[in-house]
């Protein structure tokens, strides 16, 4: 296999190749994305510091999220406040019925 390479023919038309096609208009292409690629990089910093404030406020919301209550704490305090109104209505119960056995009957 040959490693001959073609070019294309230049602006003088001698075959050499020369200078690239549309170079005239390749250097206006190139400072332009030069341009943009500045603004790019502005933007992409801004966004950085963004992206930073937003981890931030994250990292406070999970640090809010493992103090918060799970449904299995509420059930535990739910079956907590049920045992304690029933013991406290039977105890209120005894202590009538204690009353009324020993009080005098004559009041």
């Known amino acids: 296999m040959s490693n001959k390479v073609s070019y294309l023919p230049g602006k003088g038309g ?3 190749g020369g200078e ?3 170079n005239d208009h390749l250097t206006p292409r190139v400072e332009h994305l030069e341009r ?3 603004e ?3 933007t992409l910093a801004r966004l950085e510091g963004r ?3 937003i981890d931030a406020k994250f990292d406070a919301i999970n640090t ?3 103090t918060l209550a799970t449904k299995a704490d509420l059930a535990e305090t739910k079956v907590s406040m049920i045992q304690w109104g029933v013991g406290t209505v039977i ?3 005894a202590l009538v019925f204690a009353i009324m056995r020993f009080l005098p009957a004559a009041l």
């Open 14 to 16: 001698n075959g050499s």
């Open 20 to 22: 690239p096609p549309m």
């Open 36 to 38: 943009d690629v500045g």
């Open 40 to 42: 790019i990089k502005v």
């Open 51 to 53: 992206f930073d404030t």
């Open 64 to 66: 809010k999220l493992d």
């Open 91 to 93: 105890a209120a119960g």
